[in-house]
């Protein structure tokens, strides 16, 4: 990385996580071999007194005039549904809200330009732990079964649609299960984690992943993520089967929790030091 210079990183999205990684690159960038070359906000208000003016980009298709290797998505999966495939033709993209790839068709543009334009699309693993394992018994062939539950308190959901209207009639309620294709579009800010697991585990998929979004009012200041996996019967009629249970500290009301956002620097690292291959690939 040395020989040819610091790896240009622009990010696109400002909130919590955003303003994480951009103070982290203006910290330690440098040292990393890693440069910001600059940040957009759908409201360029709020990088204001934080983030230098020669930084703050006002158009996103403008992007392409900064010259960067890996442009960070933390924004919101519209982000990747309006602009995903543009920002293909111009750098590496680093998917910080996969949620967007449960719709098919921005699944497909995404692929598509990443194979004309040949730039990477990275996904985020997130708060989904355990991904190398999962990714290895698929591909083997023994994953049978993978369900993940996200349960945090109603203030840390952002929902849209039908499950808007939802309402928690007891301690905790069961706002979803099903596929986490179905959930994406209504809960695309809370099913990210979901999103990831079907990239995961591409023999299911976001059709098989069953994902299950559950509202708890016990748990102010934590997310918790199970992931159940089995794999077939053996010989003795009996899976393999494997049971995580992940819980996250997080600010009250909040989406993302504090482990999230260091997962995510650690996966922006990653990403800075794989080459630029084609496909979507998990980091």
């Not at 040819?4 to 622009?10: F, K, T, Y």
């Not at 005039?65 to 750098?91: F, T, W």
């Not at 077939?232 to 819980?247: D, K, N, Y």
Request: aromatic share 4%; proline share 7%; with cysteine.
């Amino acid at each position: 990385m040395a020989d040819r210079g610091p790896r240009r990183v622009g990010v696109v999205g400002y909130g919590r996580l955003g303003q994480s990684l951009v103070s982290r690159l203006l910290a330690q960038g440098p040292e990393l071999g890693l440069e910001l070359v600059f940040v957009w906000n759908r409201d360029p208000g709020r990088m204001a007194g934080s983030v230098p003016p020669s930084l703050q980009l006002q158009n996103l298709a403008a992007l392409g005039e900064r010259h960067p290797d890996l442009v960070v998505e933390v924004a919101h999966p519209k982000i990747i549904h309006e602009s995903g495939a543009q920002i293909l033709r111009h750098a590496n993209l680093l998917v910080g809200s996969p949620s967007a790839l449960g719709d098919q068709t921005t699944e497909r543009q995404l692929l598509e330009a990443s194979n004309h334009w040949n730039h990477a699309v990275f996904v985020a693993r997130g708060a989904l732990w355990g991904t190398e394992d999962i990714r290895r018994l698929d591909a083997a062939g023994g994953l049978q079964s993978l369900r993940v539950t996200m349960a945090t308190h109603p203030d840390g959901f952002r929902l849209e649609g039908p499950l808007a209207e939802s309402h928690s009639t007891g301690r905790r309620t069961v706002l979803y299960e099903g596929p986490v294709r179905g959930l994406c579009p209504f809960a695309p800010r809370n099913s990210n984690t979901m999103a990831a697991a079907a990239l995961a585990a591409p023999s299911l998929g976001f059709d098989g992943v069953i994902g299950v979004l559950v509202a708890d009012l016990s748990l102010t200041d934590m997310h918790v993520v199970d992931v159940e996996l089995s794999g077939p019967p053996g010989p003795t009629g009996r899976s393999f089967a494997v049971h995580t249970r992940r819980e996250n500290p997080a600010e009250p009301g909040a989406v993302t929790g504090s482990a999230t956002v260091t997962a995510f620097w650690r996966s922006l690292l990653a990403c800075c030091q794989l080459p630029s291959r084609p496909g979507i690939h998990l980091c």
